[in-house]
């Protein structure tokens, strides 16, 4: 066999090899996401509401606990911005809710949580069976 050919070969299999483990990997992603969503989409049904600040770094953390390598499920999150755009002030729909500090957490039964919460907490909280 001829130096070419085999060059040919071993760079067919690593690209198959390269290839299929990017495929397998993006897959376990994908199912994550499938179930950081359908977590999100129950934790909003509970009637849960997150409220946050974009600037706020604990906000982002806690967005980040719904998001996988390729595909993020905070769209689905029970969501309230109270951030003014300029950062400086809040909106007044926190403020009629009393909101002090970011993240916080109102739930259906009444309680309030400040600061992140574990997807563990959230699914204690709502009854929502956490991902795994």
Aim: proline share 2%; charged share 20%; glycine share 10%.
């Amino acid at each position: 066999m001829d130096t070419k050919l085999k060059i040919g070969i071993i760079a067919f299999i690593i690209v198959l090899v390269i290839g299929g483990g990017v495929y397998f990997f993006w897959q376990s992603q994908h199912q994550k996401y499938l179930k950081l969503s359908g977590f999100a989409t129950c934790v909003k049904s509970s009637g849960a509401i997150f409220y946050g600040a974009f600037w706020c770094s604990h906000c982002q953390n806690q967005k980040s606990l719904f998001t996988t390598f390729f595909e993020s499920a905070e769209k689905d999150l029970p969501y309230v911005e109270c951030s003014t755009t300029d950062g400086k002030g809040q909106l007044q729909v926190c403020k009629d809710q009393g909101i002090k500090g970011y993240p916080t957490w109102k739930f259906a039964d009444g309680s309030v949580q400040e600061g992140e919460m574990s997807l563990q907490d959230l699914s204690d909280k709502t009854k929502c069976l956490a991902p795994n």
